[in-house]
């Protein structure tokens, strides 16, 4: 019996996933995140760079981002995915008007598009390309109609990332060190 010898984790290491609450959500998630052998700074700093990634406009990168950021900064992997919750089909709207009226400000353009400006510049984006145009030309000109929608956007997403970010540090580091003190020694 080659596998008989093998060392079960302690209760207060591992997660029940015979649980239906230990399988999924935010709390179960945390709490897991919590028993890894990490320091409460590497929780919080994990946590701190998974928020700052969800303010920015990059759907479907952002968990890859934020695990990158986490792995050269030495932060926890698993708090900067959690991080990522903060941007969802929920917050997202709230986050990316924010972000857009801060990066006007920020960068001094003459104000916000109008309605019809959007949907003339969303519609020019789902014309099909003619037959001769190669897809760099199509590459080339969504940037053209995306970046003045996206410039904004990524200035605004900077700033209210590292505001959210730099306050979830403090929050996750907390939490983390609260866990750690009541954890019998």
């Known amino acids: 019996m080659p596998f008989k010898s093998r060392v079960r984790p302690e209760p207060s290491e591992s997660v029940d996933l015979s649980k239906p609450a230990a399988r999924s959500g935010f709390l ?13 700074h590497a929780v919080g700093l994990g946590l701190a760079m998974g928020v700052f990634v969800a303010f920015l406009p990059i759907l479907g990168v952002q968990m890859i981002l934020a695990a990158m950021f986490a792995w050269v900064g030495r932060a926890n992997v ?22 857009y009226v801060i990066g006007i400000a920020l ?17 020019r984006l789902g ?56 954890q019998p020694a």
């Open 28 to 40: 179960p998630a945390w709490r897991a995140i919590l028993r890894l052998e990490a320091t409460p």
């Open 78 to 99: 698993g708090a900067a995915l959690l991080g990522t919750w903060a941007g969802n089909p929920i917050t997202w709207p709230m986050m990316w008007v924010a972000s």
């Open 107 to 123: 960068l001094g353009e003459p104000g916000a598009m109008t309605v019809e400006e959007l949907q003339r510049t969303l519609a």
């Open 127 to 182: 014309e099909p390309p003619g037959a001769s145009v190669g897809w760099l030309t199509v590459l080339d000109g969504a940037k053209t109609l995306l970046w003045p929608i996206l410039k904004p956007l990524f200035a605004g997403g900077l700033v209210l990332g590292l505001i959210s970010g730099g306050a979830l540090y403090f929050i996750g580091r907390r939490a983390a060190e609260a866990f750690r003190s009541q």
